[in-house]
C-alpha cells in the first residue's frame, strides 16, 4: 500500500489513522487541507510527508492563481512555507519542499505548476529507490535466526517504496533468513501495532506485538539481535531524532549489547545539525495519551506530556543505513550524503 | 476509594476494569468467582490480592459445607490453594492465604468461617497500618519542589490504605512538600493513565501522564528528582518484582542518576527467593496487547509477548521503604522483615 500518490484529480493519501481496519483516502485540495493532514498524521514518517510537502508544492502552485496574475511566485512560496512548518523534527519535509522550489526558481511562473508536479513526481521515485538500497545494504546486518525489535513504523507507509527500517527486515526475509520480529506497539499513536505488524503480517515475518515498557525486558529475558529503527532527522555527529521511546530503547539496547541499527535516507541527514541539541522536538496534545480511537479511559482534567519524538545520542547508535552507504561511529561519513540524492541505476530517472 | 471490603453481604470488590469511568461493585458468592476476578484483574495490586486471598479463604469456609461434614478441613484447603494460585507473581497473595489458614489450624471446623473472616479483617487493618508507616517513612525522601515518576499504580485502589509508592507521595503533599507527579500510563492495562492519575487528581498533586516510552527521555529532558515504585515480589537481596516496564524504567534511572524508590508492606518480601531468578513471571494473553476497553486497533492474526510483571535488579534500586523500615544497598535488613506484620500503636488490634 502505497501511502500517498498523485492521481489526475490531484493528491491522494491514505489515512493512516484509520488503519489497519479501514482503507480511507484522503483528496486534500488546498494547502491548508494537505497542512492539516500532515499536522495531524493522516500521513506520517518521515520521507512519507516529505513527498506530502513535494506534491504540496504542486497543490500551492495551482491554488496560487494563475501564474500571470501579480505575486504569484510569493503566494506560492508562502503556501510552500506554511508546508514545510507543519510539523518541525522531520527534516526531510522542509528539505522536499526546498527542493521543488529550488526547481522552479529559475523557471517562468507559467511553468511552476507543471514543474512542482515533475519534481515531486522524481522525487518520489528517487524515495523508493533510495528505499531499496536502504533496504538491500541493511539486509547484510541481519543474521538468519535472529531475532529483531523495531519501533513505531518505518515501512512501507512511511515511505513510499518497501521501507526503511521495515525494507531492510522484510528484504532480509526475501532473500530467505528466517527471522523473528518484535514490534513495539508505539504509543501514544499505536503505529506499531496498527502499521508495522500489519506490515510484517502482509510480508509473512513473524513477529509479535509487545507493550512498550516490555522492550528492555525483552533484551534481557528473550535476547535480541538488533534493534532496527527509522529517524525523522539525523544530525552530523549521528545523533538521531525518532519517535518517541526510542532514546530509551536505545539505552537499553546500548547496556545488553545490543545492535542498534537507524535507517534513513540522506534526505534525513541534516547538515545544519552539528548534533542533537539542535533538533526540534515536536510536543503534541496531551489529548493523545488520554485514550485512542474515540475511546477515552483517563480521567477528565488530567494533563499531560507528550513529545511525539526524542534524541537518540550517536554513542548508542552502531550502524546507520543510507542509500549512499553503511557508516560507523564516529559517523565522520555522513555529512558528505547529507541532503545528497542517489541514483538507482535499475531505475530510469525523470 | 476501597479497592475491597465484607459487608454483612459477604465480600465486594470495586471492579478496577472499569475505572475511573464507571464504578461497579462485584460481589463473588464463590472461590471460583473470586478466582475469576483475581485472575481478570477486577483487583490488582499485590497488597489488595493478598486481602482477597484472605476474604477468599472466609468464603472457602463458607463454600465448602457445614463444618460438620466429612472432608471439611481438606476442602477449604482446596479452595485456598485455588486462591492462592490464581496469580503467580505477587507474593502477597499465597502469604495471605496461608497466613488465615494457618490461624484456622488448631481451630475446631466449626469455628473456622468466623475465624476465617476475623483474619482477614486483621490483615486488611495491618495492611492500613503498613500503608501509614511506609508513607510516613518514604515521605522523608521526598523533596519539597521536586519532581517523581511513578509506573502503574501503587496508590489506595491497590491497597487497603493510602497505597505504597503513591502513599509516599500523598504522604509529602499532605505535609505541604509542592511535588509534580509524572505517571507512566503503563500500558497494557492503563493503570497509571486510569487509576493514578485518578488518585493523584483526587489527591490535589499536580500530576501529568505520559506514555510508557516517554519516560527515559523525561529524565534526559526534564530532570526527575526520583523514580517511585510499589512490587509485586521482593527477593532477598533486594531484586524486585513489579509491574512490566519497570525494568527499563530502572536502567534509565540508574544511567541518568536518578534515584529508585520501591515502596511494599513486608509481605511482599519472599524469603524463599535468594534473588531474582527465582521469581515466577506472570505471561498474559496477547489479547491485552491489540486493543483496550472495547475498541481493536492492531490487525486480526497478529501474536504477541504480553509478561505482566519483570524483575528490577537491587543494583538499580536505591531505597526499599517497608513498614517495617527504610532498607539500602546490600538490603542485608530485608530478611530479618520478610513476612513480618508490623503494629501500628495508635490502631487497636483485633
Redesign the interface.
Known sequence: MEPLCWQSSGLELVDQRQL??RVTRLRPATVAELVEAIAGLAVRGAPAIGLAGAYGVALAALEAGPPEMPGYAPRVRALAGRLARARPTAVNLGWAVGRVLAELAPLPGAAWPAAALAAARRLHEEDRSACRRIAAQGAELIRDGGRYLT?CNAGPLATSGVGTALGILIEAARQGKRIEV?A?????L?QG??LT??EL?EAGI?????????????M???GLDGVVIGADRIAMNGDTAN???S???A??AH?HGVPVTVAAPCSTLDAGCPDGAGIP?EERS?DE??G????????H???????AF?VVPAEWITNIVTDAGLCRAPFSGLREWAGQTTQDPGVPQG
Not at 206 to 218: K, S, V
Not at 292 to 299: I, L, M, S
Open positions: 489497519p481496519h519501533h518484535l513495539c506497539e508505539t504509543r501514544p499505536l501495532a496498527r505488524t500489519f503480517l513473524p513477529c509479535r506485538l509487545i507493550a512498550d515498557g516490555a522492550a528492555a525486558w525483552a534481557a529475558r528473550l519517535k518517541i521511546g532514546y530509551g530503547l539505552l537499553a547496556w522536538v496531551p495519551l488520554t485512542h480511537g474515540g475511546t477515552r479511559w483517563a480521567p482534567g488530567v494533563g499531560g506530556w507528550n513529545p526524542d
